[in-house]
């Protein structure tokens, strides 16, 4: 199986400017890009909510982010077998 090349984003937010194209060179480039793409995602989908509902509060905005956050289709227990965490749902 190949490797899989990601196009990762600089401070500028240009590919290329002091970026690299490639594979995550160490575990925890791998992970930064990982936080950053989740983080990207959750700015995505609030800009969606707040364009379709310009009239939201901004408890309905936390709330929607949190509910995009704890979603988790196709493993609602987590992605690991053993006993389910609760350290993150509301309770």
């Not at 936080?35 to 800009?47: A, H, I, N, P």
């Not at 709330?63 to 956050?69: I, K, N």
């Not at 289709?73 to 077998?81: C, M, S, V």
Request: charged share 30%; proline share 10%; glycine share 12%.
């Amino acid at each position: 199986m190949g490797r899989r090349w990601i196009a990762t984003r600089t401070m500028s937010g240009m590919p290329g400017e002091g970026g690299s194209r490639g594979p995550a060179s160490s575990p925890a480039e791998g992970l930064r890009l990982a936080l950053e793409l989740t983080e990207l995602g959750l700015d995505l989908r609030l800009q969606r909510f707040r364009r379709e509902h310009p009239d939201a509060t901004e408890a309905e905005v936390e709330a929607v982010a949190r509910a995009w956050l704890l979603d988790r289709p196709g493993a609602p227990l987590g992605d690991a077998p053993g006993r389910p965490s609760t350290r993150l749902r509301p309770s």
